[in-house]
Every structure is written in C-alpha cells, then in structure tokens.
C-alpha cells in the first residue's frame, strides 16, 4: 500500500503539465465554493504567488543561489525554502514585502541549500497524509478544504480562516502523524 502511495506521488511530481493547469483551474474554481475569502481574493493570492515567483525566476542571481516556495493566503504570504546567504534571504523577503496587495510576510527561510529531491518528495507525501487526515476533522460544519497545508523539511505550516475550534482539533490531529517534525500555525480567526 505505502508504495503504491508513494509511487502515485512520485507520478503526480513527473508528469505535471497541461493537464494540470486544467485540473487546477476546475479544482480552483470548485474550491472556492467553500472557501471563506471571496473568489476575487483567492484570485489575488494567485496572482500573488505567481508575481513573487516571477520576480525570482526573472532575477537570474537570486534564481540560482535560492529556492523559494511562496504561499499566499488571505494576503498573508509564506516563505519557505533556502538562501545561500543571509544576502539572498534579505532579497526575497523584500521582492515579497514589494509585492502589490501583500499585507504581512511570514518568513520561514533557512540558510543553506536547496532540498534534495528525496526531502521534497517526503515533503509532498506529508502534506498529503495531513490533508487526508483533515478528513477526519469530527466538527460538523468543517471542511478540510478551508486548511491551506505547506510542508517544508518536515514542517507543516497551517494557514487558513478557522475558528479557534477548528484550529485545535486540525493541530492535534496534525501533531501525531508519523514523520510531522512540528506544526506551525499561521491561521487568521473568524
């Protein structure tokens, strides 16, 4: 069963492509049925996301010496990866902070060099056991979908607009899944 798991994931890291996007968009489109942010702000964290990460890919110094992921939600944006230097690391957090509509940057940037394949492959396989995991939420009235889920080195990052209830019950489920290091919240209360 485990590797079958994992060699779907595998699977699903390889053959990302077109029909991605296309899955991606009707995924999208869907899950802002039940998100809490308007369509028009789940659009904005998009934009966001795919701004700063232009920004990297179009800076061909900080493209090769840093490995960014960023992730926006309700505005607030996450970032994670590596910079070689404190240099590099200063530089992202700033195209970040420059980035229109961005109202608070979370950085949780190492130091060093990127990951091996291996680690975000673990990474992806994580996330997807937290996300499963969310399904088992006993609260009637929530829906795992609400939970943005990033998983960096074995750290899982928690954003989302929850209820304190709904925070606590993700967190504790969250916390015992074999291979979770630790869980960061970064959820914003309704």
């Known amino acids: ?13 390889f053959l990302q492509g077109c029909g991605a996007v296309l899955v991606s968009g009707a ?3 869907a899950a802002v049925i039940h998100d809490r942010r308007s369509a028009g702000t789940v659009l904005d964290d ?3 996301q795919f701004k700063i990460m232009s920004g990297v890919a179009g800076d061909a110094d900080l493209n090769e010496h840093s490995s ?3 992730t926006s939600y309700n505005y607030a944006v996450l970032l994670t990866g590596q910079a070689e230097n404190e240099s590099y690391r200063e530089r992202l957090i700033e195209l970040a902070r420059n980035t229109p509509m961005v109202k608070r940057v979370i950085d949780q940037l190492e130091i ?18 937290v996300k499963l995991e969310l399904l088992n939420i006993g609260i009637p009235s929530f829906d795992p979908t609400r939970v943005k889920v990033v998983t960096e080195k074995s750290v899982v990052f928690l954003m989302g607009l929850v209820t304190q209830e ?7 489920k969250v916390r015992y899944i074999n291979g979770v290091e630790r869980v960061v919240k970064i959820f914003e209360y309704i």
Not at 1 to 13: E, Q, S, Y
Not at 112 to 129: E, M, N, S
Not at 166 to 171: G, I, K, R, S, Y
């Open 27 to 29: 995924a999208t489109g």
């Open 166 to 172: 709904e925070a606590a019950a993700v967190v504790e």
């Open 46 to 48: 998009k934009n966001i």
């Open 68 to 70: 960014l992921s960023a």
């Open 1 to 13: 069963m485990k590797k079958a798991l994992l060699l779907i994931l595998l699977l699903a890291v």
């Open 112 to 129: 060093g060099f990127p990951t091996t394949i291996a680690q975000d492959t673990h990474d992806t396989y994580l996330t997807g056991k």
